[in-house]
């Protein structure tokens, strides 16, 4: 599971109080990272849906925030900017979360990662 | 606006012209077709078709998209005769030669019989009778392999009143010009099922999932998403034009590859994929399974993930927007539609924190129209507006237009049909987000018509459950109607 799609996803948990569904908590054991060809204006476009504090708490919380620096608020005029964007890119769709764990803020509830899928089936009681 | 002939394949007539029309609107071509609207209700009738477009680049760009296009061609002269087109071409001016002996070197002549198979000793005749073309007089050589111009000279045997009988068909017209593009059917063998690594019981035929991928406009940096991806096959498609693929399915099995399958294709590939250049050098954590299958497509910077989601109960938050929404539902005429079950017989005595990875949580039968509701709520509330939702419907052949689910957020701009018995007929419905979703609004919650009342007679289903065997009886129910 990349972080883009950690950024997409919030927790579908019945007892879960609406304001702590997104974002989920990550709990990574296996990373990977892979080489992938850059669109700019996929990037430049993805931007505006991606919530920017999410992923930088995200990448945290798998341990890259040394290796990725980013800046705390998206620049206004980020197209320009073509290393940044480079390093957006990488964290988006480069890191990968083969083994691990989604947690729900709100019930503490594990969704698992294998094989770099997430499950989030819910279990019948916890349907809304 | 300049006049070119298409020549279509002579397969899926109904997705002819919607395809067309898609392929114009992604490069935003304007086009003029004869009787556009008959066209598009009811197909094409013959496989050529005039069209008017801008200019020769147009051509190449509908080309580069269209599955179910041959060949576009800049025509010459056209006649209702061979004789009668020869006289035609020999009365050309000296302007209207020198263009047509423009910008190429070498060149070759294609002779196309539409409709009927007629021998190679015919095409060669046919071709000497052509020698008075000044070719040579303009220096221009014949390469067989590696012409930069194919001229072509199309018999149009076609003949809808001889559907059958391709003998007794006489010729119609004859065309002779210039090929300006090739459609993409070469797709269907380069994506076959029988060479690709991961497949299913339910793979769609790579032809079909084109055919999605195109009404769906995916192209470069789009943000597409099937959830019901299953082995990912539409997927495939719409990242093979460049869009960004994300998919979820509710089968744990499909997604891990942990399928064990019966089928006749997957038994076909098994032995294609032992001889397969792409498999012989995989290592071993490279197994069989959806992300290793964009890996062998090369469309690996384009495979954002797959997760498990049961669609009803589905996690996207709220703000997220897609370019397209893709999917075939299982509607149980091949895997059985399921949701998550609420039933509290079902309760495991787990905590839900405690369960292993590879549990499997109750699943019910879910009915087609809440299956297509939610589907199609669920598209009003993530799709960017102009944003497509396409996917495929089993109805009967009793099903009509004012059958379609509506919905205020939509415009339906296709529907074409696929007849796969004699009353089961799976439709490709094309529907274009218009207005934007009111969260505040109860009548975006719900479809127009009601189409809970469709179940017997216009939506064909008969869902497989694992208790009952075949039942008959459901689907049999005609219409009153007619």
Redesign the interface.
Known sequence: MKLITHNMLESRVKDCPDDKRFPLGINATKVIEQKVVLNKQFIINILTKIDWEVLLEAIKQIGYNEKIELPLEIPVEIEKDDDLIMKIHHALLEIEIIEGELICQGTGRKFTIKEGIANMLLNSEELK | MNKFLILFRWEMQPFVIPELISCCEMFDINFQIENKEKLINQGIQTPLLWINLPDEESAIKICSRAILIRAIYKIFSDSETFETLVEDLQKKSENEISEMMSNFNSYRIDVINSGKKLTQKHTVETIRKLSFIPFEANHKTVSLKNAEVNFVLINDFFDPEQPNNTSARSIKHVYFGRQISMGQGELKASYSLTERLYIGNTTMAPQLSFLVANQALAK??T?IYDPFCGTASILISCSHFGS?V?G?D?N?KI??AMINSRSKNVKRQKINLKNNKYTQKLSADQIP?I?NTFDQYKM??RF???????FT?????K???FDAIVCDPPYGLREGSKQ?????K???DQE??V?S???F??KQQISIPSLIRFLIIFSAQHLKINGRLVFWLPTTSHFSYKDLPRHFCFEILAYSHQNITSNLVRRLITMKKVLDFDPNNSKHYKLINDIENLNQNQMKFKIKTKSKSKSKSKSKSKSKSN
């Open positions: 470069p940096g943000l960004y994300m979820s509710i744990y997604l891990h399974n992300k690996l910077d954002l993930d797959i997760s498990l989601v049961d109960h589905n996690c996207w938050r703000q997220i927007e998550l079950s609420e039933n509290k079902n309760l495991s839900p924190t369960r990875s590879n549990y949580p109750a």
